[in-house]
């Protein structure tokens, strides 16, 4: 065996994956997530980091050229996965493993095109969706950004730079306005979610929220489940939100308890042992003074992600108390009041830090499965 072939066995033994869900296949996204989990596969944080890219769900027209431009900045040796169903999760990623390891179609894969340097001298990938350029910003743990048409006049650059434009402020200065896009695809973020803000220096001014290939997409939320079900699937939609979170803040271990119990919530596991391992995350979560300084001052008023969190805790300790009642009236998968959606999203970010804006998002999370077919989101200005 030559030094090739050895080098791709060892790279295949445990591949770096990044996962890109369409909207409406919650259910793909879970049962990838899981099985990676399983084989303990770690994420990929950025398409250079990358080994196997799987696509969980069917993207729809609007998404598809994202991920196939997203491709194209995955370095070999790589393999992709395309995962339409539930059923077909473990041969789908045994196949993307065999290719891996694969030398003769390592070699007749076609070199991705490297991306042209930024600036400031790092990497810098970008993608086309229809006539749009989507960019790919390093954020904490790093992720892609998307880009649309330009908007309100402004003006890029060679190489896809956004160029500022100038306009009032709120307090009526006339400042350098920088257009930034976020999603669709992020580590940890709402499937198929597009974020358009305007920056005045580092304060976004303006936000505009929509969801990629909605409008193609089967109406209701995985999270609806039969009254039987429905402390369960509460339960883990709260564990999900709450992964996210802790996964955004960098606090990897309790965001994989969170996965883990989450799964096993929707496998059908006891719910007795699980109910008390989730009330013991909740007081982990509660307890550290790391994330509380860390959090705090991170958004304000109901955007604060503090403020997110702590109700999200208190939702997920309720949702884990009904466990033991399942055919119970529990308020559902959402946050009792009614769940955030895309508009109120983009409102919450407006006057934030974009350092904030990941966390916010996070916090927040959408469910984007849940939003009407002709939804298109609004911008909001501060």
């Known amino acids: 065996m030559d030094l090739t072939a050895r080098l791709l066995r060892f790279a295949a033994a445990r591949p770096h994956v990044l996962v890109v869900a369409a909207a409406g296949h919650t259910a793909e996204r879970l049962a990838v997530e899981a099985e990676l989990a399983r084989r303990g596969w770690p994420a990929a944080m950025s398409p250079a980091d990358t080994d196997v890219l799987v696509v969980a769900g069917i993207p729809g027209p609007e998404l598809a050229p ?65 006539h749009a350029e989507h960019q790919h910003s390093e954020h904490q743990h790093g992720g892609h950004d998307h880009g649309g048409h330009d908007h309100g006049g402004g003006m890029g650059m060679p190489g896809g730079l956004p160029m500022a434009d100038v306009g009032p402020d709120r307090d009526g200065l006339t400042l350098d306005r920088l257009r930034v896009p976020l999603g669709p695809v992020l580590p940890d973020w709402p499937a198929g979610l597009v974020v ?28 609806d489940a ?104 529990v308020g559902g998968a959402g946050w009792g009041a009614g769940e955030p959606g895309i508009d109120e999203l983009a409102e919450l970010l407006v006057g934030a830090e974009l350092a904030a804006a990941r966390l916010i998002v996070a916090a927040v999370d959408p469910d984007t499965d849940r939003l009407p077919t002709d939804h298109t989101g609004h911008v909001h200005r501060g």
Do not use: C, K, N, Y
Request: proline share 8%; no cysteine; hydrophobic share 40%.
């Open 66 to 130: 994202v991920i196939e431009a997203l491709w194209q900045q995955v370095p070999a040796p790589r393999a992709r996965a395309d995962v339409p169903g539930t059923t077909v999760v473990g041969a789908v990623l045994d196949q993307a493993v065999a290719l891996l390891a694969d030398p003769v179609r390592q070699r007749r894969d076609p070199t991705p095109q490297r991306p042209s340097p930024a600036p400031d001298g790092r990497p810098r990938q970008h993608a086309e969706h229809q």
């Open 196 to 223: 358009e803000v305007v920056l005045q220096g580092d304060v976004v001014q303006e936000a505009t929220a929509r969801i990629l290939d909605r409008a193609g997409q089967a109406q209701g939320s995985f999270w």
């Open 226 to 329: 039969p009254d039987a079900d429905r402390a369960r699937r509460a339960a883990a939609r709260h564990l999900d939100g709450l992964a996210r979170l802790l996964g955004t803040a960098g606090w990897a271990d309790p965001a994989a308890t969170a996965r883990h119990l989450r799964d096993e919530l929707l496998s059908g596991a006891p719910v007795g042992p699980l109910r008390l391992r989730t009330e013991a995350l909740v007081a982990t979560v509660r307890r550290s003074r790391t994330l509380r300084r860390m959090l705090r001052g991170v958004g304000r008023g109901v955007a604060g992600v503090d403020t997110l969190l702590a109700a999200r805790l208190s939702a997920l300790e309720s949702a884990a108390t009904d466990l033991d009642r399942p055919t119970s009236p």
